[in-house]
């Protein structure tokens, strides 16, 4: 058994009146885990770093263009017996504009924008769960001992 890291979870928030809001994607029924809410997943292309791979997924499977976007100190993970290995997801999370307009992929069914216990409540997976939390801590403490790594969108904008 091998161990792989060839995914990405990106959390896409929005700042609100009363707090953060999550954007969560209903699975299509054409896929794995039919109506299953959940963030934006998906995997990097050959040669793609993942942050690239983050900021396409995004734009394919909701048109947002992130505001900032962080690599959240923390890991993902699941076993795939299909192909007998491990595989380490890295978590993003990605600010949009309060009035950015989701677009759908075939991916997906539906969207809805939540607070966070209504977020960890959808959501199926712990980690999920637990990478709103951390994310929802960090955006609305003051005080905090993690430390987000901001990735510079202007940079990379620059270059495509």
Known sequence: MKVFSYMIEAH???NTEKGLEFLLLKRSDKDIYPG???MVTGSALNGEK???AVI????EETSITPLK?????SVNSFYSQRRDHICMVPVFAAMADFNSEVILSNEHTEYIWVEKDKAKELLAWVGQR???EIIHDYFSNEINFLNFEEINLNRIHKKQ
């Open 56 to 59: 396409r997924e995004i734009k």
């Open 12 to 14: 896409i928030f929005r």
């Open 36 to 38: 299953v809410w959940q």
């Open 69 to 73: 976007l962080w690599v959240v100190p």
């Open 50 to 52: 993942g942050y690239e």
């Open 130 to 132: 637990k990478s709103v």
